[in-house]
Every structure is written in structure tokens, then in C-alpha cells.
């Protein structure tokens, strides 16, 4: 036997339902007004939407998502995470550190941030910063705070000089300083070694593309060759294997040709030369990659990807240049941050987990995602 629930509805009317997983709540809207909960304690099993007719000559229009819904359902999302937020944000923070008050503890928070990723430089410019607030203030910095600040912090030096090789492109460097600050890591994190030196593969094709476009050729390029049509060969199917990857000397007379290099002064010879000295050992750096990971069948895809820049004249200029983009370096750099900092960041991961473990069966949870809401900082 049903019970009496909300206004009667007719022909024309918009009828929505919804179902708040964090109450456990169903409810109906009657043209896009709310019309209060009709059920509760929905959080156990399985939910499938459906329509009953009492006559068979009814025609409904269904509306699932693939058009904006009449009720202001995103608005309510809105709310519903405004409040948890307001929750969260209630919470006392007095008991993390009790000798702090709350705008010292955001300040040696940045700090530590600014620390944890490497920024040292920024870091002590902080610490300045606070020392002349607090004497304008005649203010004294609370002790830990100062000594967090000013103490020399020998570990995110190290990390920092990694962050600024990897971002002026010099991995080499990065990675002779990782082995000598940090030897676990590369053997802990595999991938991040991978994509370290997927990252230097790339820094040489673009080194090479660069030395390609220092020359001044004095015949047109011919559209049937290039400077990297021996590899191109090669990279017609999806095996690359190690033979296949040898230059062909009619091919290299063919892009001489091709590209004027024949018909140059002395000084763009010499950029020749050193162009094909580059390329030879680029291509030697990409055989030696691909033996070293062979059996990583995960890694097939980043060398197709790679190995797609030898298909053009000039990389550069290819729909894959975004690979030489000097914003490449950022995630890399991050990500090997991260891994140096495992410790730290496992925490941040678990919690992500537990965020989303709790979300599954709907709760506070779903309407939380930890970087986004917590993590991300203003651009």
C-alpha cells in the first residue's frame, strides 16, 4: 500500500527523480522544484531507474543525462559539498601542533611544502619575508617556526639540483645525481627511470631537429626525401628492430641531395657533420633504450610514440612536437620528486584511496577529491 507523496502531475509536467547516495534518500522534483525525500535507507543494493504506465497509449520522453536536466541538480551538488567542506573545515587543528596558533601553523605548512618540493631558493625568500613581518610587528617568530625556516636543508638542495637539471634538459646530470643522493630510487621506481631516460631520447632528437634548422640549404628540399629517410624505412611497421635501425649510406648521399648539404659553404658543412654525428649517436642512445627494456612490453607504446619523430623532416614542426615541448620536463621532474619523497607521498596516495573506498557505496566521500579540493594551488 503506497503513501500519499507530493503534488499530482499531468500531461506536460517534468518529472525527475534522484538519489542522494550520501543520505540514502530518494526524491522527486515536479518541474524542476524539489519535492522533498519520498524514501531513505537506499544504501544497500543495486538501483535501477524505471518508469510505471497505468495505459499502454502513454508516450514518455526519457531523460538520463544526454540532455540538461530541468532541476538544478548540479547546484545541489554544490550545496551538498559546500556543507561537508564546512565540516571539514570546523575541525580544530589545535591538537597538530598546540605550541602554534593557526596562522603560524599555515606558514610553517608553506614552508614545509615549499621544502618538499625542492624550492629552496623560494624557501629561504619566505623565511626573509616572515623575519621582516615579524620585526615591522616587533613580533618574534615562534621558535620552531623560525628554526624549520632558517635551518639548511641539505635534502631539498639535493632535490632541487636534480629538479633544475632535469628542467634544463640536462638528464644526464639528473640522473648521476639521483644515483649519487638517492641510489634506491631508480631501482625501487623503474618506470620513473624509464621515463627519465625517454625524456633524454627526446632531448637529443630536439638537439638534432635544432642543428637541422641552423642550415641554410641552397637547392629546395625534395619532398620524396629528408634527413631522416633512412629511419623513416624503418619505422614503417611496429617492430623496431636493432638491424633495421642502421643508416644506409645511398640513403644518406640521397638526403645530401635532398637538402643542399652538397651545394653549402664550409660552415654549413661543418653543421652537417656535426648534424650526423648527432643523429648516428641519437639512434645508437634509441637502440641501446629499446634492448634495455625489450621484455617491458608496457614501455611499447611510449617508443612508438619516440621513434614517430624520425618520420619528419622536421620534428619540430610534426603533429608529435609536442613531445619536444620544454613543458615535458615538468612531470618528469615531479614525478621523480615523488618518488624521492615516496614516504610522504605514499601518504597522500592512501589517503586518495581511502577517499575513494568510502565514495563506493556513497557517503561524505563522493563529494571529496583531495587534490582537486585540498591540493591544488592557485595559478
Known amino acids: 500500500m503506497g503513501r500519499k507523496y507530493g503534488p499530482t502531475f499531468t500531461t506536460g509536467d517534468i518529472v525527475g527523480c534522484g538519489v542522494n547516495f550520501m543520505t540514502g534518500c530518494a526524491f522527486f522534483t515536479k518541474n524542476g522544484v524539489f519535492q522533498g525525500n519520498a524514501f531513505k535507507d537506499l544504501k544497500e543494493g543495486v538501483i535501477y531507474p524505471s518508469v510505471g504506465m497505468k495505459h499502454p497509449q502513454v508516450h514518455l520522453s526519457i531523460n538520463l543525462g544526454q540532455r540538461p536536466f530541468v532541476f538544478d541538480i548540479d547546484g545541489m551538488v554544490?550545496?551538498?559539498?559546500?556543507?561537508?567542506?564546512?565540516?571539514?573545515?570546523?575541525?580544530?587543528?589545535?591538537?597538530?601542533?598546540?605550541d602554534l596558533d593557526e596562522s603560524a601553523l599555515v606558514k610553517e605548512l608553506v614552508a614545509q611544502y615549499l621544502t618538499h618540493d625542492g624550492f629552496v631558493e623560494t624557501a629561504k625568500a619566505f623565511a626573509a619575508e616572515l623575519r621582516a613581518e615579524a620585526g615591522a610587528l616587533q613580533n618574534d617568530l615562534p621558535t620552531s617556526l623560525g628554526d624549520s625556516l632558517v635551518q639548511e636543508d641539505l635534502d631539498a638542495a639535493n632535490r632541487q639540483q636534480i629538479r633544475a637539471a632535469i628542467m634544463e634538459g640536462d638528464i644526464d646530470r639528473a640522473l648521476k645525481r639521483t644515483h649519487a643522493f638517492y641510489p634506491q630510487v631508480l631501482q625501487n621506481h623503474s618506470q620513473v627511470y624509464f621515463r627519465l631516460r625517454c625524456r633524454k631520447f627526446v632531448e637529443m632528437i630536439h638537439q638534432t631537429a635544432e642543428l637541422l634548422g641552423k642550415s641554410t640549404p641552397k637547392a629546395p628540399l625534395s619532398k620524396a626525401s629528408n634527413g631522416h629517410s633512412s629511419i623513416t624505412k624503418t619505422l614503417e611497421?611496429?617492430?623496431?628492430?636493432?638491424?633495421?635501425m642502421d643508416l644506409d649510406h645511398d640513403d644518406e648521399r640521397a638526403a645530401d641531395s635532398a637538402y643542399g648539404w652538397d651545394k653549402m659553404e664550409t660552415e654549413d658543412l661543418e653543421i652537417h657533420a656535426r648534424y650526423q654525428s648527432k643523429l648516428e649517436e641519437t639512434l645508437e642512445y634509441g637502440r641501446e633504450l629499446k634492448h634495455e627494456f625489450q621484455d617491458d612490453k608496457s614501455t611499447e607504446s611510449a617508443f612508438k610514440e619516440i621513434f614517430s619523430l624520425f618520420m619528419y623532416e622536421d620534428p619540430r614542426q610534426s603533429p608529435q612536437a609536442h613531445l619536444l615541448d620544454r613543458a615535458g620536463r615538468v612531470p618528469v621532474a615531479e614525478e621523480l620528486n615523488s618518488a624521492i619523497?615516496?614516504?610522504?607521498?605514499?601518504?597522500?596516495?592512501?589517503?586518495?584511496?581511502l577517499v575513494d573506498e568510502i565514495s563506493e557505496e556513497g557517503g561524505a566521500g563522493a563529494f571529496i577529491n583531495v587534490r582537486n579540493d585540498f591540493l591544488r594551488l592557485a595559478d
Open 341 to 353: 619523497l615516496a614516504a610522504i607521498e605514499r601518504l597522500y596516495r592512501q589517503t586518495e584511496v
Open 237 to 244: 611497421g611496429d617492430n623496431y628492430a636493432h638491424s633495421e
Open 78 to 98: 554544490a550545496r551538498q559539498k559546500s556543507d561537508i567542506e564546512d565540516e571539514i573545515n570546523k575541525v580544530s587543528i589545535a591538537s597538530l601542533r598546540p
